[in-house]
């Protein structure tokens, strides 16, 4: 990838499969010239001489026999997504037409682009950062609002400023360290021990507190997870089948039938979350069902939301109510399972006692039925999103990898404090501490990607997809 900018790649880049339209982009110095070679426009006008940002109509001419409607946007260097020239084709979505369109780009010059090579040439180019490039990749992922979410943060650019202004001020700090070696012999001190320990130390404090308040990306990548707990026998292997429209869990009226955690995507508004199945809790002094009602109450304190599952005709409905206030659980709903076994007035009047509980909203279904199924996952999609949205939309979003580069640049910091000190005047300590202010901006340009290495973009870029 990072031998061959010099030449023009094409990939498709519509989804995978068959659709009503089907992408071939081009990007590169030739992607022009390429394009007038397989591609047959209405207007007499050369495209080498059409303008960027211009749509035309015409034919993506296969082969002699064979032509195919098509739009041509042209995109010029260097207003485009990777600050080259780029052409991208329009035509059906058949995934035989868009291989074929392949193979004449390719007999033109063109060469198939390799996974995230067209965000990488926006890196290169100078277009993006390596944070709003790794955004660009948790786009592609997405599968659910809190993920697009979760990604359009990360491009806003607010860690690539943050780093830039830490950085500035150690450069300045480098600066100063480095002048009082180049003027050794002369009486003049630039910086003193202490004032660099106030400096730095203020940098280091800024970055800790940018780890502690920071959340990781990788969180915001997952499914949420939403437990189903309940008594045994509440219907909760029921209600897994129902929203997971499979039949995931065994449904038996024996009580203990689930004894392992059970998992399913299920669909909510316009995206996915993990449903699990779980075992009923009880007092049940068996020794396999005690050790399922615990990995059960466990699971419960890890996942985004619990839906406690009541059977409505249970005499005791607020027997799950203190083990519930016990556990550290983020956020809950009440699910008032088989009321298709009351009387309306019987079923009005517990779910009034259920909202007595205080226990979390109160949604009324029939898993064997499949009444309040819909308004359930609705609910669900609701409480999501607004632990989404209740998370301050001015905290730092991080990678793993930029955690680690951070978490490094603050242990060369630390280092080059203590070296200083001991230290009566800089330069006693001079290139020791300048070798670990270079270390820890080193570690922070490699979050933005200002200093990278082949290894740690290839393993950036790997996550895309072939086309973007």
């Known amino acids: 990838m990072l031998e061959r900018t010099n030449e023009t790649i094409v990939a498709v880049s519509s989804a995978p499969g068959r659709g009503a339209v089907g992408i071939v982009r081009l990007s590169g110095p030739c992607a022009l010239s390429i394009a007038r070679k397989i591609v047959r426009t209405c207007t007499a006008t050369p495209i080498s001489a ?26 010029r260097a260097p207003h485009s997504y990777t600050r080259e020239d780029i052409v991208e084709i329009q035509t059906i979505g ?69 780093t830039v202004d830490l950085r500035d001020e150690l450069a300045e700090c480098l600066a100063l360290v480095e002048a009082d070696i180049d003027f050794s012999e002369e009486p003049i001190e630039f910086i003193t021990p202490r004032a660099l320990r106030d400096r730095i130390g203020s940098v280091t404090n800024k970055l800790k507190e940018s780890l502690r308040t920071s959340q990781s990306v990788e969180r915001f990548e997952q499914l949420p997870h939403v ?39 299920i669909r909510i508004g316009r995206g996915e979350a993990l449903l699990m199945d779980s075992a009923g809790v009880d007092q049940s002094p068996d020794d396999i069902i ?16 619990v839906c406690v599952v009541i059977d409505l005709t249970d005499r005791k409905l607020d027997a799950l109510a203190a083990t519930v206030r016990s556990l550290d659980v983020p956020t809950t709903l009440v699910v008032a399972n088989k009321c ?51 998370t301050s939309q001015d905290v730092v979003l991080l990678s793993d990898r930029q955690r680690r580069a951070i978490d490094a640049a603050c242990v060369a910091l630390q280092r080059a404090g203590k070296l200083s000190e001991n230290a009566t005047e800089m330069i006693d300590c001079a290139d020791l501490v300048a070798f670990e202010l270079r270390e820890a901006l080193d570690e922070l340009a490699s979050v933005t990607g200002d200093v990278s290495t082949e290894d740690l973009l290839s393993h950036v870029f790997a996550n895309f997809c072939i086309g973007k």
């Open 340 to 390: 298709d076994l009351l009387g309306a007035t019987d079923a009005a009047r517990n779910v009034e006692r259920l909202e007595a509980l205080r226990l979390g909203p109160v949604h009324t279904t029939s898993a064997t039925e499949g009444t309040g199924i819909e308004n359930l996952r609705d609910a669900i999609a609701d409480a999501l999103g607004r632990i989404e949205r209740t």
């Open 290 to 305: 005690a050790q399922a009602r615990a990995l059960t109450l466990s699971a419960a304190e890890r996942v985004d939301l």
């Open 94 to 162: 058949s995934p035989p037409a868009l291989e074929m369109l392949l193979g004449r780009a390719q007999a033109a010059g063109a060469v198939l682009a390799e996974a995230g090579e067209f965000t990488a040439r926006a890196f290169f180019n100078g277009a993006m950062d390596l944070t709003k490039a790794e955004a660009v990749a948790g786009l592609i992922r997405a599968q659910s609002d809190t993920q697009l979410r979760a990604a359009r943060r990360l491009m806003d650019g607010r860690l690539a400023r943050q």
């Open 50 to 75: 059409v303008p960027g940002a211009t749509r035309l109509s015409g034919d993506v001419v296969i082969d002699d026999d064979l032509r195919l409607p098509a739009s041509i946007y042209l995109f």
């Open 227 to 265: 437990l189903l707990l309940g008594r045994p026998n509440a219907g909760k292997s029921s209600l897994m089948n129902r929203l997971s429209e499979t039949r995931r869990a065994i449904c038996e009226a024996a009580a203990g039938t689930t004894r392992d955690i059970l998992t399913a995507s």
